[in-house]
């Protein structure tokens, strides 16, 4: 069984930084690990993505501002965010996909900007 524990956020006044760390249990090859994030009424959405290789996605609002980065041999993903919004208030979330196509979350973190 594998379990996703993410770590930080929390609050944040705007133009602030918070980091947020994602790790998974267990001895696996994961093929993606990523950030989404919902806010009370709306959809949950992708922040930012990183594939094994380190090819990165980012969504258009945080570009400029957040940083994904991982480390695989750990199946640890991270996201640094910098310059925060009030807008960036939401539950994040972590999500781990192996590369045997097993997908797992982690419960959500909440962030909040606000001054």
């Known amino acids: 069984q594998v379990h996703v524990v993410e770590s930080g956020g929390g609050l944040a006044q705007p133009g602030g930084s918070l980091s947020l760390s994602c790790a998974a249990s267990?001895?696996?090859?994961?093929?993606?690990m990523g950030w989404y994030r919902q806010s009370p009424g709306s959809q949950r959405e992708l922040v930012a993505g990183i594939y094994r290789r380190g090819t990165t996605t980012l969504a258009e609002s945080v570009k400029g501002r957040f940083t994904i980065s991982q480390d695989v041999a750990n199946n640890t993903v991270y996201l640094q965010m910098n310059r925060l919004k009030p807008e960036d208030t939401a539950v994040y979330y972590c999500?781990?996909?192996?590369?045997?196509?097993?997908?797992?979350w982690g419960e959500g973190i909440q962030v909040t900007v606000s001054s």
């Open positions: 999500n781990i996909k192996r590369a045997d196509g097993m997908d797992y």
């Open positions: 267990g001895s696996f090859f994961s093929r993606y």
